[in-house]
Nanobody, 124 residues
């Protein structure tokens, strides 16, 4: 079993930055695909970013390319999401996820473990 705990969410003005962290426990996730998804009220959970253990394979949603960066520290069992130039439409609950395979890194179906989420609110 893997437990994931997100932190770093909050309220920020448009144009600002936040860094989300996801700490994993229970098992090492160094070989897992790690992803970030987000869900706005009344909407489906959408893919944001994903990365394999080495960083050779990294994926971003078109809406965040050039603004968000996913990184991981395998020694700390932690994955990060640096979010810059935030927009009001980035407002959502952000979820961290861990998956054993790389078959569907941009789909919610590709991940077995999920965190509880952290709220990000961007004011205009």
């Amino acid at each position: 079993q893997v437990q994931l705990v997100e932190s770093g969410g909050g309220l920020v003005q448009a144009g600002g930055s936040l860094r989300l962290s996801c700490a994993a426990s229970g098992r090492t996730v160094s070989s897992y695909y790690m992803g970030w998804f987000r869900q706005a009220p009344g909407k489906e959970r959408d893919f944001v970013a994903a990365r394999n253990w080495s960083g050779r394979n990294t994926y971003y949603a078109d809406s965040v390319k050039g603004r968000f960066t996913i990184s991981r520290d395998n020694a700390k069992n932690t994955v990060y999401l640096q979010m810059n130039s935030l927009k009001p439409e980035d407002t959502a609950v952000y979820y961290c996820a861990a998956g054993l395979t790389s078959l569907r890194p941009t789909s919610v179906l590709g991940y077995e473990y999920w965190g509880q989420g952290t709220q990000v609110s961007v004011s205009s």
